[in-house]
């Protein structure tokens, strides 16, 4: 099955600084999403994203499928950006979502 | 109700129970999904349901059944459950299954199997 691999697997951050998390992904994708699964254990839908980018506020996301990899863009951080960040890719027809390991992202006052 | 919800929160069962876990969602979805979460692993799919009445095995079925009567209830049930069942399992949801549907997930169901 496909493979995904998030880097790097964890991340400290100052508050204010900027950041990228990369998921790679071995194979042809249908769908490419990244989350945010907060300390209560929610998993928030940040971008839907199978290619292309797309910016919401201090976060953005590009997609080249191309070259099987994904960038999460994460700008001016806050402490409330802390979480696991979670890249899941879907591959063929049976919508079956893959995730990678995640990434945990501490952002510190 | 807006979005997708679970119940119970939390549950602490004895081994060789029986447990349903429910989700029910309102956004007129045709597939829904079942996923567990365990630290090291990451989610795994358990079982789909890309339409009311139909169903299919993920990753890791073994130990758990599923039906969908009608498009927004999706239960999972575990017939005896065992202390490798103990994690978080999440609900989630798309328009319709097939290729490239966003998934929108409940906030997840912490199952312990004592």
């Known amino acids: 099955g496909i493979q995904v691999e998030q880097s790097p697997p964890d991340l400290i951050l100052q508050e204010g600084a900027n950041s990228t998390l990369r998921c790679n992904f071995s194979?042809?994708?249908?769908?490419l999403q990244w989350f945010h699964q907060n300390p209560w254990g929610q998993l928030i839908n940040l971008f839907y994203i199978p290619s292309g980018t797309k910016q919401n506020g201090r976060l953005s996301a590009t997609t080249v499928a191309t070259e099987r990899y994904s960038l999460l863009y994460i700008s001016s951080s806050q402490t409330t950006d802390s979480g696991v960040y979670f890249c899941a890719v879907e591959a063929g027809a049976n919508s079956k979502l893959t995730f990678g390991k995640g990434i945990t992202l501490s952002v510190r006052p | 109700i807006a979005g997708i919800t679970q119940a119970p929160t939390s549950q602490i069962l004895a081994a060789g129970r029986r447990m349903t876990l429910r989700c029910t969602q309102d956004?007129?979805?045709?597939?829904m999904y079942w996923y567990r979460q365990d630290l090291g692993l990451g989610l795994r799919l358990i079982h789909y349901?890309?339409?009311?009445?139909?169903?299919g095995k993920g990753e890791v079925p073994d130990g758990y059944s599923v039906s969908r009567a009608n498009t927004d209830d999706f239960p999972l049930t575990l017939a005896s459950a065992v202390p490798s069942q103990t994690s978080v399992y999440f609900c989630?949801?798309?328009?319709?299954?097939?290729?490239?549907?966003?998934?929108?997930f409940g906030p997840g169901t912490r199952l312990t199997v004592t």
């Open positions: 349901s890309n339409t009311a009445g139909t169903t």
């Open positions: 194979d042809s994708v249908n769908n």
């Open positions: 956004m007129r979805h045709n597939a």
């Open positions: 989630a949801s798309s328009v319709r299954g097939g290729r490239g549907y966003e998934q929108y």
